[in-house]
């Protein structure tokens, strides 16, 4: 069983919704957590990076983490058709090996 | 500043062939990671190299072998090709709070 779990999807939005994912992990000793965005045949990009629990906030982005229930989110407010991507989570212990979950494909369509 | 590159960007290669895939970077950090991303599998980490002259096993690693001789440089190498090795590959680097992706390799095997 992989330490982090995350719907495949595809999740398909119209532009201007809410786009909500999120991932659930088993490492009680995992405190830093990401999420990254992967357009078609590209790289890995991070796009929010999160440190215990709580919220962070960068534009359109939200990023959560609820430790006490191993959950964490994304959410992207006013979506775009540039948002269409895959959206990875990932979270480690320490810096260094990160485990990474499936990622879930966002379909945002105008 | 290039950032992390990867060479090549696509090869073929038939059963039993061997490759080297090369990876830079040149942003001075002593942490570098080679990743294969499947469908559905995300991102699993093969080998991982915490400084120069320094490499460690990741989650799948059978098949594969890496060397870090310059800090700059990370190669991973097939000695002998499988059909299961068809995936692309990602090489990162990393700084504290996050890991800065290569634009893949492509690797068909036939």
């Known amino acids: 069983q992989k330490e982090v779990e995350q719907d495949p999807g595809p999740l398909s939005v119209p532009e201007g919704a809410i786009v909500s994912l999120n991932c659930t992990y088993s490492?009680?000793?995992?405190?830093?957590f990401m999420w990254y965005r992967q357009y078609s045949r590209k790289g890995p990009e991070l796009l929010m990076y999160?440190?215990?629990?709580g919220n962070k906030e960068d534009g359109r982005f939200t990023a959560q983490v609820d430790k006490s229930s191993k959950y964490i989110s994304l959410f992207i407010r006013d979506s775009q058709p540039s948002d269409s991507a895959t959206y990875l989570c990932?979270?480690?212990?320490?810096?260094?090996?990160?485990?990474f979950g499936a990622g879930t494909q966002v379909v945002v369509t105008p | 500043n290039a950032g992390v590159t990867q060479t090549p960007k696509f090869r073929v290669l038939k059963t039993g062939q061997s490759m080297t895939l090369l990876c830079a970077q040149d942003?001075?950090?002593?942490?570098m990671y080679w990743y294969r991303q499947d469908p559905g599998m995300g991102l699993r980490l093969i080998h991982y190299?915490?400084?120069?002259?320094?490499?460690a096993k990741g989650e799948v690693p059978d098949g594969y072998n890496v060397s870090r001789l310059k800090k700059q440089n990370f190669l991973l190498g097939l000695e002998s090709a499988a059909p299961s090795q068809t995936s692309v590959y990602f090489c990162a680097s990393s700084a504290p709070e996050t890991q800065y992706f290569g634009p893949g390799t492509r690797l068909l095997v036939l």
């Open positions: 999160t440190y215990s629990s």
């Open positions: 490492n009680s000793a995992f405190q830093y």
């Open positions: 190299s915490v400084g120069e002259g320094t490499t």
């Open positions: 990932a979270s480690t212990d320490s810096w260094g090996k990160l485990q």
């Open positions: 942003m001075n950090h002593e942490y």
